[in-house]
Nanobody
Framework: QVQLVESGGGLVQAGDSLRLSCAAS???????MGWFRQAPGKEREFVGA????????SYADSVKGRFTISRDSAKNTVYLQMNKLKPEDTAVYYC????????????????WGWGTQVTVSS
């Protein structure tokens, strides 16, 4: 099992940027790491994902053009760069992992971090 630890959340104003990190420990070859978020009273939703070995990414329509996922394979870390943040981006952001290809459904991911809070004020 891979352990995932998120960091980088906080309180920002609308229009600001924030970068989240997810550090993985364990065997991550052929691993896909994804980001999900859950706002109060809402279901957890897919944000984006990246394949560790080739860097191919996938994004939810709601964040395309504003959020970027990247990886540092040497550090076994994935980043979620969030630009032009909106109040509706407020949520707990979770890092998730799975062996295999990109996926945008949370049940397809086996490993989860504890989450980090992102709050965007208007």
């Amino acid at each position: 099992q891979v352990q995932l630890v998120e960091s980088g959340g906080g309180l920002v104003q609308a229009g600001d940027s924030l970068r989240l990190s997810c550090a993985a420990s364990g065997r991550t070859f052929s691993y896909t790491m994804g980001w999900f978020r859950q706002a109060p009273g809402k279901e957890r939703e897919f944000v984006g994902a990246i394949r560790r070995y080739n860097g191919i990414t996938s994004y939810a329509d709601s964040v395309k053009g504003r959020f970027t996922i990247s990886r540092d394979s040497a550090k076994n870390t994935v980043y979620l760069q969030m630009n032009k943040l909106k109040p509706e981006d407020t949520a707990v952001y979770y890092c998730a992992g799975r062996y295999g290809g990109l996926a945008n459904v949370d049940v397809d991911y086996n490993d989860w971090g504890w989450g980090t809070q992102v709050t965007v004020s208007s």
